[in-house]
C-alpha cells in the first residue's frame, strides 16, 4: 500500500545544510515540501536555494525581519524572536501543511508556531537541536543573578509546555531524554536521531586547493575553526592556541566566522601583537569543502555549562574532511564521545585552557598522529 503524500512545512531556524537535504529528500519522496528558514540570523548556512534538479514539489525561502538579529543585546533579541515567530505562524496559516517539522526555533517563536498548529489542527514535530529553555536558564542566572533566574524559569517553562504539546520529539542526542521526562513525556513521543553532514555536498578535497591559495595556507599548517562563535562558545581559546604556536614559523590559526566574537578576536590579537591568527568571514556554502580539506587539524568548541542542551554539529561536518581534531567540549557531550570513539581527535574539557593550547600543538607538530586521526 502506497503512502499518503503529505504537505509538510519544515522549518530550520538556523538554515544549516542537512535539514534543508531532508527536505529536499522528502521532495523526491512524493511529499510537497516548503523549507522556510531565517533570513535574519547571522550564521553559516546550507545550500538554500532552489535548484534545477529540485523536483517542483520543493520550494524554500527566507522569513525576513528586515534586519539583522542583534545577538548582544537580550531584549532586543527577544522581540525580534517574538516577531519572527508571529511572522513564520502565519505562513503555517497561509500555507496549511500536514505537518509542521520545526528545528532550532527560539523559545517564544516556538510558542506561535505550536498555536498556529493547534487552531489548525496541524501536526507538530519538535526537533530539539538545542534546549533552549534550558541555555537561556543557564545563562540569565549568571548573567543576571535575581532577575536572571526568574527569567530563566520562565524560558524553562515555556520549553516544557512546548514539548509537551508537540506531537513528537526528535532527540539529537540521548542525552536530552531526561529533559523530556522531567517533562513529563512518555518515552515512545520521542525518538533519537543524531545529526549528520550532507556527504553528497562534502567532497573530501586535496590539502592544496583554490580556497588554500587564495589565503596564502599551501605551505602552512593551519589550524582551523568555522562557523558560529556565541554564548556557549569562548573564543579566548582560539586566541590561546594562536599564543601556544606562535614561536612555530609555518602555523596558521584561522578563523571562519562573524559577529562580536570574531571582531574581539582580530581586536586582541592586533592588541597582542599575534600574527599567525587570520579572522575572515564567513565562506560561501559551495566553498566549505575547501575550506575545511584546508585545515589540518579543525577545532570545535562548547562551554561547559552547554553540555547539556547542546552538540556542536559542526563535528558531523569536520568528519567529513578526513581531518584530525581538538574539541574543547564537555567529556560527557555526544559530540566528544563520537570523536574520542573514532579516534578521530584529542578532547579535553573547556575550561582546561592550558590542555586545549597543548593538545593544539600536539597535533600540529606530530604530523603522524594528525595523518592517523584524519584517517581515522
Given at each position: 500500500?502506497?503512502?499518503?503524500?503529505?504537505?509538510?512545512?519544515?522549518?530550520?531556524?538556523?538554515?544549516?545544510?542537512?535539514?534543508?537535504?531532508?527536505?529536499?529528500?522528502?521532495?523526491?519522496?512524493?511529499?510537497?515540501?516548503?523549507?522556510?528558514?531565517?533570513?535574519?540570523?547571522?550564521?553559516?548556512?546550507?545550500?538554500?536555494?532552489?535548484?534545477?534538479?529540485?523536483?517542483?514539489?520543493?520550494?524554500?525561502?527566507?522569513?525576513?525581519?528586515?534586519?539583522?538579529?542583534?545577538?548582544?543585546?537580550?531584549?532586543?533579541?527577544?522581540?525580534?524572536?517574538?516577531?519572527?515567530?508571529?511572522?513564520?505562524?502565519?505562513?503555517?496559516?497561509?500555507?496549511?501543511?500536514?505537518?509542521?517539522?520545526?528545528?532550532?526555533?527560539?523559545?517564544?517563536?516556538?510558542?506561535?508556531?505550536?498555536?498556529?498548529?493547534?487552531?489548525?489542527?496541524?501536526?507538530?514535530?519538535?526537533?530539539?537541536?538545542?534546549?533552549?529553555?534550558?541555555?537561556?536558564?543557564?545563562?540569565?542566572?549568571?548573567?543576571?543573578?535575581?532577575?536572571?533566574?526568574?527569567?530563566?524559569?520562565?524560558?524553562?517553562?515555556?520549553?516544557?509546555?512546548?514539548?509537551?504539546?508537540?506531537?513528537?520529539?526528535?532527540?539529537?542526542?540521548?542525552?536530552?531524554?531526561?529533559?523530556?521526562?522531567?517533562?513529563?513525556?512518555?518515552?515512545?513521543?520521542?525518538?533519537?536521531?543524531?545529526?549528520?553532514a550532507p556527504l553528497d555536498e562534502m567532497p573530501q578535497r586535496p590539502r592544496a586547493n583554490?580556497?588554500?591559495?587564495?589565503?596564502?595556507?599551501?605551505?602552512?599548517?593551519?589550524?582551523?575553526?568555522?562557523?558560529?562563535?556565541?554564548?556557549?562558545?569562548?573564543?579566548?581559546?582560539?586566541?590561546?592556541?594562536?599564543?601556544?604556536?606562535?614561536?612555530?614559523?609555518?602555523?596558521?590559526?584561522?578563523?571562519?566566522?562573524?559577529?562580536?566574537?570574531?571582531?574581539?578576536?582580530?581586536?586582541?590579537?592586533?592588541?597582542?601583537?599575534?600574527?599567525?591568527?587570520?579572522?575572515?568571514?564567513?565562506?560561501?556554502?559551495?566553498?566549505?569543502?575547501?575550506?575545511?580539506?584546508?585545515?589540518?587539524?579543525?577545532?570545535?568548541?562548547?562551554?561547559?555549562?552547554?553540555?547539556?542542551?547542546?552538540?556542536?554539529?559542526?563535528?558531523?561536518?569536520?568528519?567529513?574532511?578526513?581531518?584530525?581534531?581538538?574539541?574543547?567540549?564537555?567529556?560527557?557531550?555526544?559530540?566528544?564521545?563520537?570523536?574520542?570513539?573514532?579516534?578521530?581527535?584529542?578532547?579535553?574539557?573547556?575550561?582546561?585552557?592550558?590542555?586545549f593550547s597543548a593538545a593544539v600543538r600536539r597535533l600540529v607538530t606530530d604530523a603522524e598522529?594528525?595523518?592517523?586521526?584524519?584517517?581515522?
Open positions: 500500500m502506497s503512502q499518503p503524500h503529505l504537505r509538510i512545512l519544515l522549518h530550520d531556524y538556523t538554515g544549516h545544510p542537512f535539514q534543508v537535504q531532508l527536505s529536499r529528500e522528502l521532495a523526491r519522496r512524493g511529499h510537497t515540501v516548503r523549507h522556510l528558514y531565517s533570513g535574519s540570523f547571522q550564521t553559516p548556512q546550507g545550500a538554500l536555494r532552489k535548484t534545477e534538479s529540485d523536483p517542483d514539489s520543493f520550494d524554500v525561502q527566507p522569513i525576513d525581519l528586515g534586519e539583522m538579529i542583534d545577538k548582544t543585546s537580550f531584549v532586543k533579541r527577544r522581540f525580534a524572536e517574538i516577531r519572527y515567530g508571529k511572522l513564520l505562524g502565519e505562513e503555517i496559516r497561509q500555507w496549511s501543511p500536514d505537518v509542521v517539522v520545526t528545528a532550532n526555533t527560539p523559545t517564544e517563536a516556538m510558542t506561535s508556531v505550536i498555536k498556529a498548529c493547534a487552531a489548525a489542527d496541524i501536526r507538530v514535530v519538535n526537533w530539539l537541536q538545542d534546549a533552549y529553555g534550558t541555555a537561556a536558564y543557564r545563562i540569565l542566572r549568571k548573567k543576571i543573578p535575581l532577575v536572571g533566574h526568574l527569567v530563566g524559569l520562565w524560558y524553562l517553562h515555556l520549553e516544557r509546555v512546548q514539548l509537551r504539546r508537540s506531537d513528537h520529539v526528535v532527540l539529537i542526542s540521548e542525552d536530552f531524554e531526561d529533559l523530556l521526562r522531567r517533562s513529563g513525556i512518555a518515552s515512545d513521543c520521542w525518538t533519537v536521531i543524531p545529526n549528520w583554490p580556497w588554500s591559495n587564495r589565503q596564502g595556507l599551501d605551505d602552512r599548517i593551519c589550524v582551523l575553526y568555522t562557523g558560529t562563535l556565541g554564548m556557549k562558545h569562548n573564543p579566548g581559546l582560539l586566541l590561546d592556541a594562536a599564543r601556544a604556536v606562535q614561536d612555530l614559523a609555518n602555523v596558521t590559526v584561522v578563523v571562519v566566522s562573524e559577529g562580536d566574537a570574531a571582531d574581539w578576536l582580530r581586536q586582541r590579537a592586533a592588541e597582542s601583537g599575534i600574527e599567525n591568527l587570520k579572522v575572515l568571514p564567513f565562506q560561501p556554502y559551495e566553498e566549505l569543502p575547501d575550506v575545511m580539506a584546508s585545515g589540518d587539524v579543525l577545532v570545535a568548541l562548547l562551554e561547559l555549562d552547554a553540555g547539556v542542551f547542546s552538540v556542536p554539529s559542526k563535528v558531523m561536518s569536520y568528519f567529513c574532511a578526513g581531518r584530525s581534531m581538538v574539541l574543547a567540549v564537555p567529556g560527557q557531550n555526544l559530540a566528544a564521545r563520537t570523536v574520542g570513539s573514532a579516534d578521530a581527535g584529542l578532547v579535553v574539557e573547556p575550561t582546561d585552557t592550558t590542555g598522529l594528525r595523518q592517523r586521526m584524519g584517517e581515522n
